[in-house]
DNA sequence: CTATGGACCTGAATGC
DNA sequence: TGCATTCAGGTCCATA
C-alpha cells in the first residue's frame, strides 16, 4: 500500500487519537516480518507521546521505548475508539490503549512492529542507514548530485533504494523522474547537478501533493480514520502504459527494472 | 564497497 | 466455471 505519502498521512490522522494515549497491552498475531521482539505485557502503562515518521516507518513514542511501525507493501493502520469491530483474519497486531484501539491489518505479512528501547532510535538496524528525508530543509539537488557521483545504477532504482532519499517508492519514482523528465534508465550518476535540481524539485513536488491530496494515487486507500484519498490525483504515467502521454500524446511505455515496473515516456524523459 | 537477483507472503486480476 | 499464471504500493540478504 504505502509509500511516504501514504504513510504521512496515516500518522497524521493516527496522531491526534494516539498520542497522549495510555498503553493497557498489546495483542501480537502471526509473525511479521518482523515481530515485536519483546513481551506485550511490557508495554503496558505507557503513555503514548509524539508520533512521528522517518521514512516509511512510523515511530510512536512511549517514553521508555519507541514503538516502530512500518506497513510493508499490503499493510494498514486503523484506529477505532472503543468497541472495535472483530479482527479479519489479516490483523497482526494492536495496540490497546485507555482511548482505544490501533490495529494492523496485513494480508502479506512484510510489515514490522518493533518495540525500541534505549539509545537514540534513529540508530535501530532499521533507520541507521535511510536517507534524506525529502520533505524536510537539506534535501536537494546538491545533494542528490553529491550522493549520485560514480554510482553506475538507474536512476529510478537508485531512488527506490532509499540510500540518498527516503521515501520514494514505485510509483512516485515513476512519476518524479516524469516530472523532471529524466528517463528512468539514466546512470544515477552521469546526472548534471541542473538535473539533480529538477529531480529534487519534481520529488517534493509529487510526495507534498501526494500527502495534499490524503494519499492519492493508490486506488484503495484510506487513512487510520477510514478517509478515502482523492484519486482525482491519478498518476501521470504509473499503470498507463499505451495510454497517451499527457504532455506529447505519444504512448506511455512499461518497462522492468530491478524486478519491478517502471513507467515513462520515451519522448518527454531523456537520458 | 557496488550491483544484481532471489526471498519473504497472500490476494486480485488476467488468460486459457 | 475452473485452474494456472502474473502481478502488486517494500525491504533484506546472499552472491559475484
Known amino acids: 500500500m504505502p509509500e511516504l505519502p501514504e504513510v504521512e498521512v496515516t500518522r497524521r490522522s493516527l496522531a491526534p487519537a494516539l498520542s497522549g494515549a495510555t498503553i ?29 515518521r522517518r521514512g516509511k516507518y512510523i515511530l510512536a513514542d512511549a517514553g521508555a521505548g519507541v514503538l516502530i ?21 489479516w490483523v497482526r497486531f494492536e ?25 537514540d532510535v534513529a540508530q535501530h538496524p532499521l533507520l541507521r542507514r535511510l536517507g534524506r528525508e525529502p520533505l524536510e530543509p537539506g534535501f536537494d539537488g546538491a545533494l542528490l548530485h ?13 531512488l527506490l533504494a532509499g540510500h540518498a ?3 520514494v517508492g514505485n510509483i512516485y519514482a515513476s512519476e518524479a523522474l516524469f516530472e523532471a523528465g529524466i528517463h528512468p534508465a539514466t546512470a544515477a550518476g552521469r546526472l ?6 529538477r529531480l529534487a524539485q519534481a520529488v517534493r513536488g509529487v510526495l507534498g501533493r501526494a500527502i495534499e491530496a490524503g494519499g492519492s494515487t493508490l486506488r484503495d486507500f484510506s487513512d487510520a480514520q477510514g478517509q478515502a484519498g482523492h484519486f482525482q490525483h491519478a ?3 504509473y499503470g498507463r502504459a499505451g495510454e497517451p502521454c499527457m504532455h506529447c500524446g505519444r504512448p506511455v511505455r512499461r518497462i522492468v527494472q530491478g524486478q519491478r515496473s517502471t513507467f515513462y515516456c520515451p519522448s518527454c524523459q531523456r537520458r
Request: some cysteine; charged content about 25%.
Open 235 to 237: 498518476a501521470a504515467v
Open 24 to 52: 493497557r497491552g498489546a495483542w501480537q498475531g502471526k509473525s511479521l516480518r518482523v515481530a515485536l521482539g519483546c513481551d506485550t505485557t511490557r508495554l503496558a502503562g505507557l503513555q503514548i507521546g509524539a508520533v512521528e
Open 192 to 197: 548534471s547537478r541542473a538535473r539533480c535540481d
Open 69 to 89: 511501525i512500518h506497513l510493508g507493501m499490503s499493510g494498514s493502520l486503523q484506529w477505532f475508539a472503543d468497541p472495535a469491530p472483530p479482527r479479519s483474519a
Open 146 to 158: 553529491a550522493a549520485a557521483r560514480g554510482r553506475r545504477v538507474s536512476v529510478k532504482q537508485w
Open 165 to 167: 532519499v527516503v521515501g
Open 95 to 119: 495496540l490497546l490503549t485507555d482511548r482505544g484501539v490501533l490495529r494492523l491489518d496485513d494480508p502479506r505479512r512484510f510489515g514490522a512492529v518493533v518495540w525500541h528501547e534505549g539509545a
